[in-house]
């Protein structure tokens, strides 16, 4: 995911006085449920992993009922927060001038050192009391790693994802090998720290 920068609101804003207010913005905002979040710009491999994501989730929904967008997509993940997620499916067809969606499938985040904390805490959460949402996907830009959490019963599940796991996602029908999202991908050697 790219950065996030807070921007000061002189009083906390409702969910509908944030959508009102982003429409008539240059640049994308994410809703904390208090104050708008701008959405910059993140790295190559940011962008490389989402791509790579985009093109094999399509071409595994494509002529199926369930669909894969980018990051263009908000979600409204609760009474009072919306984000961006870097991908989700959805599978109940909103019309076509929707600007928001209430029920996604299976969401995506590409991690990166400023949103580390977000994707695994705060939107981990949001995702997670969202009943639609059957899985969230960390993938990580600077290794062949991530963490999918899923859902089972009552309990969110989270499992560790290496360069040898395949991504299954039964409720869609679509299994990734983890390494075909960083095809193309030149990544740093890991450093041993121990």
């Known amino acids: 995911m790219v950065r996030a920068m807070s921007i000061a609101a002189d009083r906390p804003m409702t969910l509908a006085e944030f959508l009102a207010w982003e429409h008539r913005q240059a640049l994308r905002y994410e809703f904390d449920g208090f104050r708008p979040i701008v959405r910059t710009g993140g790295t190559i491999a940011h962008a490389a992993v989402q791509h790579n994501l985009h093109t094999a989730m399509g071409a595994r929904l494509r002529g199926r009922p369930c669909q894969f967008f980018g990051s263009d997509v908000k979600v409204q993940t609760g009474e009072r927060t919306s984000r ?17 969606v209430h029920d996604p499938v299976v969401i995506f985040e590409v991690l990166s050192d400023s949103t580390a904390s977000d994707d695994y805490g705060v939107k981990n959460r949001e995702y997670a009391a969202m009943p639609s949402v059957r899985r969230y996907v960390i993938l990580h830009q600077d290794s062949i790693a991530g963490t999918m959490f899923e859902r089972s019963g009552d309990d969110w599940i989270g499992h560790v994802l290496s360069a040898q796991s395949v991504l299954k996602m039964p409720e869609i029908d679509v299994e990734i090998a983890m390494a075909e999202l960083y095809t193309g991908i030149e990544l740093a050697p890991r450093q041993d720290t121990g």
């Open 84 to 100: 961006y997620p870097d991908g989700i499916v959805i599978c109940s067809g909103p019309p076509a001038d929707a600007t928001i």
